[in-house]
């Protein structure tokens, strides 16, 4: 047994619930989610397990292909961060052994090469998701939330923040039971945010996630403040606190802190 | 001019010149060689005359054919003459020619001048004949020759043109290098040999360069995801103060464009490697509606009124490369437009085209699609958009142009 490479603070509160109709899991289950990152870039696997960490995940680090495989098989993750190139084999491979393995770890694969043909090879071999560098930590955050999702609780879920409750399935949101009539890019927005509580979000992350690769067509992120002042409203209206700050010129952070 | 024309115009000129020159030097040997047949005929006549005149001591009777004539009377001058001429027909109803021995004989104590001619016509007939065959003869040669050689020819340089084919074909960037066969000709080998090093020696140096590209590129993405994340990170402290959150704010926006332009150079590459080789037939008309509905509040955002006038047009290419151009020529306007103005759409016949605005009259055609070239005074942008979309219409089979026309810029699509 080997000891993790790194480990940083565990996920002590636990705001995060999932509710599974009918059925209750195991509490361990949703409270210690480890998350694997496996990147020899060593600079951006700590950055990355920095800003996983302190979420409800326990983020463990190989920077190697041979320390991945190990920790691979010894334990279970939730999700796996994978780098598909390593210097001492290819991510690629791991991947097909977890599922010979028919491990139930979702795998999210960061790549340098952004093909189409990359892309369908890492999904065809059993990847949930594939996000191409560099990206913005909030998107990786909201990616590697939304596989565990999807792992953990099968289709049918409700995601509670506070006294917000997000159906992720009918993209609904209830504030306090009640539904509230958001539009496709506000829910998107809110979805965003819990995925990246308590994180200052850039304005440019935000902007990408919702406009994608045409979001370089706005000189300035004003766009971005409609949308944001509309779900803020919509939200406080419906009788929410107001969880939305903007911080100086960066972005916003959704946070129950007051 | 062709090399077969050129040769063939040099070669006719010659052969016709020698041709020519012959059949007049032939015509005129042929036509004393047959003056001098009929002069030793008249000899003949002349003799016979000259021994009848001995034996009987008074000129012979004379008998008239039709192609000879004998006269004689007295000669006004007492000596010997002897003198052939050509002559007309004595008779004027007749254009013929007569071949005359005038000769002077002493008969009985009397000088008697003789008048020996023979008509020529026969002559002039067959002369003519010889020659009207002889000049077929030679036409027929001519022709020939045209024909072997112009044959020949074409088979001689099939090698050279065989090349001239395969690098016309090539293109630097395309996988195939055209192969250059044996030939037996020396000159031909040499010039293939030489063709395809030259040709291998520019694919693999273009190959070199784009790999060069594309490997840059893709070794910056790690350092790119390393320092925005770091930034992610960054931005997470509670402590900092406005200044040091712009500051921050300044990195972030360098390297988001750092990364646009990344993205864009390997989009670059790749569109050139055609690695978007799939295609299936887009419909324009309603990916037009898609993209205005998606940019609806980017452009409300600016003030900018978009109007659209399309009909269905279907084309048969990549979708994410339909997609991309579109985004890039809709984005390119939407930049370049000045707030509060408009820009239309147009798709009819095959034709896209999209129209902006602009303050500062127009482009330079030669340089705006050239990468890197700014068009204006935005450094927002990293001048890549309209190489992209050239490129995208030069994989497709389409054709981009740009116009000026009443104050606006006018970017057209033509789909073939």
């Known amino acids: 047994m080997q000891e993790p490479a790194a480990r940083f603070s565990i996920a002590t509160e636990f705001t995060f619930t999932f509710v599974r109709y009918g059925q209750r899991r195991d509490i361990f289950n949703l409270l210690v989610m480890k998350v694997l990152i496996i990147e020899d870039e060593k600079a951006l696997a700590d950055s990355i397990a920095a800003y996983l960490s302190s979420e409800q995940y326990v983020c463990e680090i190989a920077y190697n292909y041979t320390s991945a495989r190990v920790k691979v098989s010894d334990y279970d993750y939730a999700c796996i961060v994978l780098d598909i190139n390593l210097p001492d084999g290819s991510g690629l491979n791991l991947l097909k052994e977890l599922k010979s393995e028919h491990k139930e770890d979702g795998v999210l694969i960061i790549s340098a090469r952004n093909s189409l043909d990359d892309r369908l090879d890492g999904l065809n071999k059993g990847a949930d998701d594939y996000l191409i560098k560099p990206f913005h930590l909030s998107e990786l955050a909201a990616r590697v939330s939304a596989i565990i999702r999807r792992k953990s609780f099968g289709g049918n879920n409700l995601l509670q923040f506070e006294n917000l409750q997000l159906n992720i399935t009918d993209k609904t949101v209830k504030v306090n039971e009640r539904i509230i009539d958001l539009t496709r890019k506000e829910y998107d927005l809110l979805l965003y945010f819990i995925s990246n509580k308590n994180k200052v979000i850039n304005k440019g992350a935000i902007a990408e996630h919702l406009w994608g690769d045409s979001m370089d067509m706005a000189d300035s992120y004003d766009f971005i403040y409609t949308h944001i002042k509309n779900l803020r409203k919509k939200l406080i209206q419906a009788g929410s606190r107001d969880y939305l700050k903007s911080v100086y010129g960066l972005g916003y952070k959704f946070t129950e802190r007051p | 001019m062709k090399l077969f024309t050129r040769y063939f115009r040099i070669n006719l000129i010659a052969t016709l010149s020698i041709f020519l020159l012959a059949g007049i030097a032939f015509y005129y040997v042929l036509w004393f060689l047959m003056i001098r047949q009929v002069d030793e005929d008249l000899r003949i006549e002349q003799r016979e005359i000259e021994t009848y005149a001995a034996k009987y001591q008074r000129p012979p009777e004379p008998v008239n054919v039709k192609d000879q004539r004998i006269s004689f009377e007295i000669s006004p001058n007492s000596e010997r003459l002897h003198r052939f001429s050509t002559i007309q027909s004595p008779d004027r109803n007749e254009r013929e020619n007569f071949r005359q021995l005038s000769f002077t004989l002493p008969v009985g104590g009397q000088w008697i001048l003789f008048k020996v001619s023979k008509s020529l016509e026969a002559t002039e007939h067959m002369n003519r004949s010889v020659i009207i065959v002889t000049v077929l003869t030679l036409m027929a040669i001519l022709l020939v020759n045209i024909l072997i050689n112009r044959w020949q020819l074409r088979r001689l340089w099939q090698p050279f043109y065989s090349t001239l084919h395969g ?250």
Do not use: C
């Open chain 2, 167 to 416: 690098v016309r074909q090539f293109k630097l960037g395309k996988k195939e290098i055209p192969q250059f066969g044996k030939t037996g000709i020396d000159e031909f080998n040499q010039l293939n040999e030489t063709m395809d090093n030259f040709i291998r020696d520019a694919d693999k140096e273009y190959y070199l360069l784009k790999e060069f590209t594309e490997n840059a590129s893709h070794e910056l993405q790690t350092p790119l995801a390393v320092v925005r994340s770091t930034l992610d990170v960054l931005a997470q402290d509670e402590t900092m103060q406005e200044k040091q959150s712009n500051a921050l704010q300044t990195a972030y926006g360098a390297i988001q464009k750092m990364a646009k332009l990344n993205q864009s150079l390997l989009l670059l590459s790749k569109i050139e490697n055609r690695q978007f080789a799939e295609t299936s037939l887009i419909n324009f008309e309603k990916l037009i509606g898609e993209k205005m509905s998606e940019w609806q509040e980017l452009w409300q955002g600016r003030n900018l009124t978009v109007r659209s006038e399309t009909q269905p047009v279907f084309v048969m290419m990549n979708p994410y490369l339909a997609e991309i151009m579109l985004n890039n020529l809709l984005g390119n306007a939407a930049r370049h437009a000045a707030e509060g103005t408009e820009i239309n759409i147009q798709l009819k016949e095959e034709i896209l085209s999209v129209s902006n605005y602009g303050q500062n009259g127009p482009l330079d055609p030669d340089k705006l699609f050239k990468r890197f070239s700014k068009g204006g005074q935005s450094s927002d942008q990293n001048g890549l958009g309209l190489s992209i979309i050239r490129q995208i219409a030069e994989v497709s089979g389409s054709w981009v142009s740009y116009e000026w026309e009443s104050g606006r810029h006018y970017f057209k699509i033509r789909f073939k």
